[in-house]
C-alpha cells in the first residue's frame, strides 16, 4: 500500500464535460496576451546573476543569427523560410529555461501558472524538432 501525504487532496477529473474546440484564432490571440510576459521573462532572467554565463550567451547568438541576413533557409522560401529562425529561438528559450532553477523562473514570471505551463509547452514543442544529438553540443 502507498502512503499518501494526508495535506494533498486528490481530485477526480471529470471526462464526461467535453472540451470545447477553439479556434486558432482564440490559441493566437492567447499566445499574442502572453507575449509581453514572455518578453518580461526572458530580459530577467538575461539580467539575474543565477543563471549560467553560456546560456545567456546562446541566446545572444541565436538572436544575433536571427538578425543576421546570412540563414540557412532563405527567408524567401515561401512555407518554411522563417522556420529554422522559429526553431533556434524556441530551442534557446527553451534551453534558457529549462536550464534554470524553477524558483527563479517564477520569481521573474508575472502571469498565471496555466501561461507558464502554456510557454513551456509551446517552446518545448518547437524545440523538440531538433534531435537530441544536436542537443547534446548546448551551453550547460
Not at 99 to 111: A, C, L
Not at 128 to 137: C, E, F, H, L, T
Request: cysteine-free.
Amino acid at each position: 500500500m502507498i502512503d499518501r501525504d494526508p495535506s494533498i487532496e486528490i481530485v477526480a477529473i471529470d471526462d464526461t464535460v467535453p472540451i470545447a474546440r477553439r479556434s486558432r484564432q482564440e490559441v493566437a490571440v492567447e499566445g499574442m496576451m502572453l507575449l509581453p510576459n514572455v518578453v518580461k521573462l526572458l530580459t530577467r532572467l538575461m539580467r539575474d546573476n543565477r543563471v549560467s554565463m553560456r546560456r545567456k550567451a546562446f541566446i545572444g547568438a541565436v538572436l544575433v543569427y536571427v538578425i543576421s541576413p546570412i540563414d540557412l533557409i532563405p527567408d524567401f522560401v515561401i512555407g518554411i523560410g522563417r522556420l529554422d529562425d522559429l526553431v533556434l529561438v524556441s530551442l534557446a528559450v527553451d534551453h534558457l529555461m529549462s536550464g534554470t532553477d524553477e524558483e527563479v523562473v517564477r520569481e521573474h514570471w508575472d502571469g498565471t501558472e496555466d501561461g507558464l505551463d502554456l510557454v513551456r509547452s509551446a517552446f518545448g514543442w518547437a524545440a523538440s524538432i531538433i534531435p537530441d544529438s544536436a542537443r547534446s553540443v548546448l551551453p550547460r
